[in-house]
C-alpha cells in the first residue's frame, strides 16, 4: 500500500500494552474509517474557519466530522500552560490595546490572569469577540468532550525550561497518558531535544519530529520519534518511503505527517507519496479531495 495510516497496538513500559500511533494498522484512516487514505488533521483547530488555537476552533473541527486537532502550547510568566502559537500576543489578541506599554507583548511576559483577559477572536471575525485564550487545561476538557484526538505541539521549547516534564504532568492528571487515551495523543516539536526528553520520560508517549532530517540521519531519529513531519513543499515519494523504511522506538514503521495543506490538488500530491497524515487549516477540503468524507 502506497498510504498507511493510524492507530496500532506496541510493548509500553512495564511490559503493558499502550495504543500508538504507526502506520500499519487500518483504524482512523481519511477521519471516516476508510482504509488505505492518510488521516486528516485539523491544523489550530479548523483554523480556516474559526480563530486558531481557541475552543471554538476545535469545536468547529468537531461540527466538520473531524477527529484529530492539532495545537501549540507555551507557558506564561506565572508558570500556566497556555494554547497559543506565537511567542508574542499581538497577532491573536488584543494585548495592544489593553496593555500597550508592554511591547513585544511576549506570551512568557504575562500572568495567565493577565491572558485570560485578552480577546482572542476579534481579530479573526466579529463574530468571535470575546474568545479567550484557553489554559491547556481548559483546551484538554474540550479535546476529551469532544471526543477528539490531539496533536501536541511544544512551541519554543527553549523559552521554557522543564516544559515537557510540566505539559506530560499536565496530561496524565487531566487521564490522557492512561491506556485509554494514549491512542488519541501525539506530542511533537521542532526542537529534537525537546521530542528526545518526552520519549525519554514517558516512553509510552508517541512523539513526532517537526522538520526534514536528511535521510542518513532518519535512522538518529528514529530511537526517539515515531513520526516525521515536515512540510508538504519539502516532500518526495522518495523521502516517504525512505522514512517508511526505518521503524521508530516502538517498533513500528516510522510515519509521516505533512503540513500544512489546504487545497485538493496538493492534498492529493502528497497523499500519492504516501504520507500518512495531512495537516490543515481547512480539513474539509483535504478531506472531500481525498474521497474520505
Known sequence: MHTRVVVATAAAVLGTAAPLLSPASGA????????GRPTVIAHRGASGYAPENTLASIDKAAQLGLTWVENDVQRTRDGEL??????SLQRTTNVKA????????KVKDFTAAEIARLDAGSWYSPAYAGTRVPTLTQYMRRVDHNREK???EIKNPELYPGIE??????LGNEGWLDR???????????????VRKVHDLKPAVTTAYLGKPTVAQLHRYARSV????????SLSREYVASVHALAGPHGRPLGVFTWTVNDATTARRVAGYGVDGIISNKPDVVR?????G
Do not use: M
Open 165 to 170: 516534564q510540566q505539559t506530560l504532568k499536565l
Open 98 to 105: 489593553l496593555f500597550p506599554g508592554r511591547a513585544p507583548w
Open 82 to 87: 497556555v494554547v497559543i502559537h506565537d511567542d
Open 150 to 152: 490531539l496533536l501536541l
Open 288 to 292: 472531500s479531495a481525498l474521497g474520505s
Open 226 to 233: 515515531d513520526l516525521i513531519n515536515p512540510s508538504y513543499d
Open 28 to 35: 482512523g484512516a481519511g477521519e471516516a474509517g476508510d482504509v
Open 180 to 194: 485509554g487515551h494514549l491512542g488519541r495523543l501525539v506530542v511533537q516539536s521542532f526542537s529534537a531535544d525537546s
